[in-house]
């Protein structure tokens, strides 16, 4: 075998990698192990407050020791493999930037009748449409204004320049659509930071293109309070004064020689600098490039007038630089008592947003900031500021330009005619952004910041600085809670299903394949291992969808060494020898393994660029499975068969066992014949089940329709059907209560106050459905799962999400759907070069998913309800991978005996490529479905939905890739097969 060297070689380094990097999830569990440990009581309560202190003590202090290299916890939980929210608890959230602010504050906050009277209606309209809030606006202005244009409410003293008496609609709501903008990505450069100062692994934060709407995850996030402030807190820009060395200098040399004596305990590295006759004081192991960032030079920020710079650049004097792992015990020194006293009322300390990279070292300052009798109200306030943007100084490098109103440009003027040669810190929500030198008064409020900026980070302060400008309050509009309870649960759930399917793939195997079985669970167990390896790689957390995709995998990645096999064994029947039967197989398989696999990670490429929230880890996992089952189950496999076969004919290696080798042999059934029955079968069932669709509905998860759901936990088990009626008299109707997983957990879910987004209307519901519960049961609500008893029950997760939301998650989903079967027709018709491979595939997969939705119907109407929701989506994009798979399978054979047709005719080739890859399909199918059932009986509610439809979908994939997609191509090419008997009957 050729580059057997390279296939052994790779397979050491990636599997050393992924020990590596599986190792950080073994420490961080012992780190966490810990904690829990620290913060339960003898009585067995945990503290979770106590805990994530124990947590935030060792952020940044080492864990791990890697040979000779130490690894903060930080560093650790962002190598680790993290699980995501359904699997340890924690809290998603999704924010809407409010526009209303915007269109309101650009006018000034006008008291304009109408005006004021257009921005409620539109705020209105805005919770159940779809448009865009500045057209809703601008529609009912019209109606409410009697026509008139904006120009007469948006042509103000502050917008001069921007807007003025002869600015058209058209280009006044322009400028209100780049506000809005903006203002979105103003509050995502703000969240970013404060998430990533609260310290959860792994945070997650991302715009959702298209809306204003920002969606963040927060894993193992115990206090949903803490968080709902956060996020939802007004940012808080402020111009400060920096506290020069030569004014605190006695105070700055006594705090820094008690940090550097603390680091240099902690052999942590800290260091100090005073700028006093150019001396370093403190640890005398600094770096040249850390004495010349301590003294200032190049890496400072400067500030002048933007008309004429006044003075040339000047070096500021950096007052604390630590090295960045330091932070935390810095932080728990200036908090002791003997620092504390040493500390003028009128000092503050505040850090740096960000380090900076030094000769490799993350450096980071810590300001003192002057505040004047230890108030918080700055000398000025960032609500000055009515613009600013990303401009090149005149050595074309990024700068930023900042204008300020009438009120701002006097405090600015007098603030920089008194602070010449000294920093002004620019502070946002206590974090020191940019502190540039001033460098003489400026007497308008235009200004320019320039320094060693990147252009990104030159865009950021701007949107920074115009945080001040017109405030754009985020509003909560999703969020699903889960409770660690509900979490140990998943993953149970999760594990049994994975250990139960692989158990049964590999005795099927064995019994099948013998010692070629054997081989194949080698490619399995190297598969699996190499997902949850490159998993950690990417830093990619795991979801119970995303076990799902593992569980799916084990069914799927046997696919490759089935066909394989099926390839040796057919060379062998024919009667080659075991090395050449071995050769052939690899090679005559490789295409159909290729093809097959390409189309299915296409669908999963798909899923992950237009998929939303646990959609996405799990299209993750199936992109990853197929690249890592393919390596396995072609290169891997091939190595170990051949080193097993090296000996030839005297080797001891088999295919197949006494039950296995003559099974599937020979067979000629003419499937063809049958097609016209299977199209009737078929349109019968999907006709059938669309009628009951839209005579019942199908039921539609929170996530497609908006609401609020709430999981229950009682100690003993509770009649659904009893909580449903009782709770429809409070909520008018609008209730539905199910069992949940088992028959003691009810999931509630209401649409009561669905357009209500406040935190009073969550509230509310929330208690409704307390009290509800109570009277109806009698029984005491309990916060903590882990205090319930006979007389209690717990709510252990929640979710909500708008219309709006819900909407958006439909658009993605259809999306997903109508590029998928476009990628799958593309990528067909190249690899076939004929149009009629592609309308068939498609056609087929248009035939799967209605199967499918019609199944959820029919079964809906003998009650056996399943939700129709995201993990639903994923399903379904599974199931055209899947049944692409089967149909290319067969178009691979079709292929092969077209290019080796001989005298045979096109129909019979057809039938022929159905019967001789019919083993590989049953056996195929088998394997996923047996792991499928596994995931229907252990998954767990959440999963119950999505293990229904790949049931389906599988069972009606194989079906379709032998009775409707093939014949669909032999009906489509009806032409040749016409041609084909008119010269049968000329010859004749």
Sequence with gaps: ?????????????????????????????????????????????????????????????????????????????????????????????????????????????????????????????????????????????????????????????????????????????????????????????????????????????????????????????????????????????????????????????????????????????????????????????????????????????????????????????????????????????????DIQSLIPRDLTFMWAVKARDVEGEELIELHGIETPRGTDQAPLEGDVITDARQVLDQSSNPAVSMSMNAEGARKWRKMTAENINRRIAVVLDNYVYTAPNILGEIPSGQSEITGNFTLEEAKDLANILKSGTL???????????????????????????????????????????????????????????????????????????????????????????????????????????????????????????????????????????????????????????????????????????????KKGEQSKISFATPFSRNLFSNLNIDFLGKRKIAYLISSSVIIIGLGVALVNGLK?????????????????????????????????????????????????????????????ANREVETKVKEGIAQITGLTFVSDATQMDDNSFAITGSSKVGATVADDIKNSSMEAMFFALVAIFLYILLRFRKWQYSLASIIALAHDTLFVVAAFAIASAFGATFEIDQVFIAAMLTVIGYSINDTVIVFDRIRENIANRGTSKLVKMFNDAINQTMARTLITSFTTLVVVIVLLVFGGEVLRGFSFALFIGILIGTYSSIYIATPIVVDLMKREIDQEKDETKTVA
């Excluded at 050393?16 to 620290?38: I, M, R, W």
């Excluded at 594990?495 to 399995?524: D, E, W």
């Design 1 to 337: 075998m050729q580059n057997k060297g390279i296939i052994v070689f790779l397979t050491v380094i990636v599997t050393a990698l992924c020990l590596y990097y599986l190792s950080f999830t073994y420490v961080s569990g012992n780190v966490q192990e810990d904690a829990t440990a620290y913060a339960t009581d003898v009585e067995g309560n945990l503290d979770f407050a106590k805990k994530q202190s124990y947590l935030d003590s060792v952020w940044r202090e080492p864990v791990y020791n890697f040979l000779g290299i130490d690894y903060t916890f930080k560093e650790v939980k962002e190598t680790e493999l993290g699980l995501g929210l359904d699997l340890q608890g924690g809290m998603h959230v999704t924010l809407a930037v409010s526009p209303v602010e915007i269109v309101k504050g650009l006018a000034g906050n006008s008291q304009n009748e109408a005006f004021n009277a257009a921005v409620e209606e539109a705020e209105e309209l805005s919770k159940t449409s779809n448009d865009k809030y500045v057209d809703i606006f601008y529609a009912q202005w019209k109606e409410k204004s009697g026509n008139k244009p904006l120009n007469s409410i948006y042509a103000t003293a502050a917008n001069r320049g921007r807007i003025s008496l002869e600015s058209s609609d058209g280009d006044i709501l322009d400028i209100i659509d780049n506000e809005v903008e903006n203002a979105i990505d103003r509050s995502f450069n703000i969240l970013r930071t404060r998430i990533d100062r609260f310290g959860t692994s792994q945070p997650n934060i991302q715009r959702i293109q298209g809306t204003g709407r920002i969606q963040i995850e927060l894993p193992g996030v115990d206090n949903q309070e803490r968080v709902r402030n956060l996020l939802q807190g007004v940012a808080k820009l402020q111009f400060w004064k920096v506290a020069e060395i030569n004014e605190y200098g006695d105070v700055l040399q006594q705090i820094n020689a008690a940090l550097v004596a603390e680091s240099k305990a902690n052999k942590s590295g800290a260091a100090a600098t005073s700028a006093d006759a150019g001396q370093v004081e403190g640890d005398s192991t600094m770096t040249d490039l850390e004495r010349q960032l301590a003294e200032g030079g190049d890496e400072t920020d400067s500030l002048s007038a933007d008309v004429s710079p006044l003075f040339s650049l000047l070096k500021a004097n950096y007052g604390l630089v630590y090295d960045v792992k330091d932070t935390v015990a810095i932080n728990r020194i200036l908090k002791r008592e």
């Design 471 to 645: 405030p754009a309050p985020t509003k909560i509009v999703e969020e699903a809670i889960i409770g660690p309870t509900l979490g140990k649960e998943a993953q149970s759930q999760g594990i049994n299903s994975m250990v139960a399917g692989l158990a049964i793939v590999v005795l099927f195997m064995i019994a099948y394949y013998a010692k070629g079985g054997f081989v194949a669970i080698a490619a399995l167990i190297f598969n699996i291992f190499f997902i949850l390896g490159i998993l950690a790689q990417l830093g990619t957390a795991l979801t119970l969808p995303g076990i799902a995709g593992i569980v799916l995998t084990i069914g799927m990645s046997i696919d490759a060494n089935v066909l394989i096999f099926e390839r040796i064994k057919e060379e062998l029947a024919a009667g080659a020898g075991i090395l050449q039967a071995i050769s052939s197989g690899y090679s005559k398989a490789f295409s159909a393994i290729l093809d097959s696999n390409v189309t299915t990670f296409l669908t999963g490429a798909i899923l992950y660029a237009l998929g939303q929230g646990p959609v996405k880890g799990f299209a993750i996992v199936l992109m990853i499975g197929i690249a890592s089952s393919f390596f396995s189950s072609v290169f891997i496999t091939r190595v170990i068969v051949y080193w097993m076969s």
């Design 700 to 760: 539609f998860g929170v996530d497609f329709t908006g609401g609020r759901s709430y999981i229950v936990e009682f100690s003993q088990p509770v009649a659904a059907s009893e909580l449903k009626t009782g709770l429809d008299r409070a909520f008018d109707g609008s209730v539905e209560a199910k069992t949940y997983g088992a028959n003691n957990i009810i999931k509630v879910t209401t649409s009561y106050l669905i357009n209500e987004d406040s935190n009073e």
